[in-house]
């Protein structure tokens, strides 16, 4: 039996899918969840802020789950998860390492506390956003066959699919991100900015772009706002408006040139991760929104470069190299990148000579 139908054949038709990111790539994943919920009310510990259980868990609140993995999906298991802590306790999140050969990332068995909207592990938050209070869902996890020019590893001491139970005992309030100051939206946009670059160090580059991604997705619901930024500084100048405004808010908050040099950054980095994971289209798009909105950031320029290479576009590999040494005339990269496109021209000009050749001897 085909395995992506297996969840459809056990539990019904009305199976959730979703594709999530981890280390290994993309995954699909299908969930049962629970319809019992415990009537009990979660609240901080700090500010004694509470929340009904009848609600769901939002960007930044702290969730206490377990995540356990099941041998089959035979094996028995109430979808009932016991009641525990009324509130969750910890102020933090769980501290634990994102593992290169792990799909679920968290520690299995034990009950940890996670943020959701960080992104530690895409598959958990996908299910807990979606659940209430001393709720539990079963998962089936299979890689997923429709990702662009993605090859996940079958490890062979892993039978597939895999299948968990996720529960969540308890969250903390959260925020839709329409509901955040722009003082929130930017913290949460730089954190995953770090995020991203700490993952990309690691050799973690699906995990990488997950981070940047995340990012842009915040940045753009502060468009409006950086607009209104430059309007400001256009009419009052730069210097006046940071006089004008004296809340310790509105001095957090970047500029509207740095917003678009954040959102350029951002696009760029996003680039060099799909030029890892085998993307050329995509860093191609990525790359040239960069250079869109930062004409002068080098980087972008190199790699929309090589994603033109890589696409067999010479000619507009040739002219992104050209910009970039205009910028950096004494990049070595650049110079070894237009170096390699000349000769591959050469090459391509004497392919079509030689044919040409054939056809008129």
Known sequence: ???????????????????????????????????????QTVSTSGDGASCSSSNFPRLGSLCQVRVRLKANPDEAESLVSEKGNECVTET?????????????????????????????????????????????????????????DVSVPDPAEEKLPLWATVELKAFTPGKESWAMSP??????????????GERFKSGDVWGAADSYSRALKILITLHGYAQEVGKKG??????????TN????TQQLPSANEFKTIKAELHSNMSLCQLKLNQPQRAK??????????????????????????????????????????????SPSGLKALKGIAGREKEKNAQLGLRLSKMFS
């Open 183 to 196: 003082v929130e939206k930017c913290q949460w946009v730089k954190s995953h900015k770090e995020s991203g």
């Open 92 to 148: 933090e999140a769980t501290a634990f390492p994102r593992c290169q050969d792990s799909v679920l990332q968290v520690p299995m068995g034990d009950w940890i506390t996670l943020r959701l909207g960080e992104g530690r592990c895409d598959i958990t938050e996908a299910c807990v956003e979606g659940m209430r209070a001393g709720e539990k869902c079963e998962i089936m996890m299979s890689p997923s066959d429709n990702g662009p």
């Open 1 to 39: 039996m085909d395995r992506g139908h297996l969840f459809e054949t056990l539990h019904g038709d009305d199976v959730p899918s979703t594709v999530c990111v981890c280390p290994r790539g993309l995954w699909k994943v299908q969930q049962k969840q629970s319809r019992e919920w415990s009537q």
């Open 234 to 243: 256009q009419e009052q100048g730069a210097e006046e408006q940071r006089d």
């Open 246 to 249: 004296t809340s310790d808010e």
């Open 285 to 330: 798009a990525s790359a040239t929104k960069a250079t869109n909105l930062e004409p002068g950031g080098a980087k972008a320029w190199y790699r929309m470069g090589q994603a033109c290479q890589l696409l067999n576009e010479l000619q507009e590999a040739r002219q992104a190299f050209m910009k970039l040494l205009e910028l950096q005339p004494e």
